[in-house]
T-cell receptor
Framework: QKEVEQNSGPLSVPEGAIASLNCTYS??????FFWYRQYSGKSPELIMSIYSNGDKEDGRFTAQLNKASQYVSLLIRDSQPSDSATYLCAVNGFSGGYNKLIFGAGTRLAVHP | ETGVTQSPTHLIKTRGQQVTLRCSSQ?????VSWYQQALGQGPQFIFQ???????GRGNFPPRFSGLQFPNYSSELNVNALELDDSALYLCASSSWTSGSADTQYFGPGTRLTVL
């Protein structure tokens, strides 16, 4: 079982719709969760972090965390073509005094006009 | 822009050669982590440096080594390059406060091609 799993996609949504991206993780003791956006050929860009169960909103983005179900999601409202990218879910594997981010393989989002 | 810089942008090497990649962390950050991202995959943790010491390592062989300097910049060295080392190498900068340095900001990356 992979430590962080995401549907590879592509997830195709029309412009203006809500895009829903999902992620599950295996380590129950994980405390910090992140969503990164990565455009083709570029490096990951942090868009959201979440630490507590529930929802966290930032502009058009909402991150949702359910630790009991080991599930993290990202909602993108009013999707735009510029949101077309790969979205990486990352979990902080704090271990023995250092932090490492454990990434899923990413979900490719395509927003079409 | 995160303020994290990496050099070079692209690099082409042949199998068996050695390579050094460089990273300057964001102002105020004292921790540097290195990741390898193969095509179509998520980044994989190589190691992390704090106070010029390696304080954590992922599942990479010893031919992957690093350094951190007093100004918190860092180098990643890879010896005896293999074809599978072809990847995007990412440096991430963070600040170790309150016993955690979990929010990491990535530099633009170095694309390494091994022929």
């Amino acid at each position: 079982q992979k430590e962080v799993e995401q549907n590879s996609g592509p997830l195709s949504v029309p412009e203006g719709a809500i895009a829903s991206l999902n992620c599950t993780y295996s380590d129950r003791v994980s405390q910090s969760f992140f969503w990164y956006r990565q455009y083709s050929g570029k490096s990951p860009e942090l868009i959201m972090s979440i630490y507590s169960n529930g929802d966290k909103e930032d502009g058009r983005f909402t991150a949702q965390l359910n630790k009991a179900s080991q599930y993290v999601s990202l909602l993108i409202r009013d999707s735009q073509p510029s949101d077309s990218a790969t979205y990486l879910c990352a979990v902080n594997g704090f271990s023995g005094g250092y932090n490492k981010l454990i990434f899923g393989a990413g979900t490719r989002l395509a927003v079409h006009p | 822009e995160t303020g994290v810089t990496q050099s070079p942008t692209h690099l082409i090497k042949t199998r068996g050669q050695q390579v050094t990649l460089r990273c300057s962390s964001q102002s105020g950050h004292n921790t540097v982590s290195w990741y390898q991202q193969a095509l179509g995959q998520g980044p994989q943790f190589i190691f992390q440096y704090y106070r010029e010491e390696e304080n954590g390592r992922g599942n990479f062989p010893p031919r992957f080594s690093g350094l951190q300097f007093p100004n918190y910049s860092s180098e990643l060295n890879v010896n005896a390059l293999e074809l599978d080392d072809s990847a995007l190498y990412l440096c991430a900068s963070s600040s170790w406060t309150s016993g955690s340095a979990d929010t990491q900001y990535f530099g633009p990356g170095t694309r390494l091609t091994v022929l």
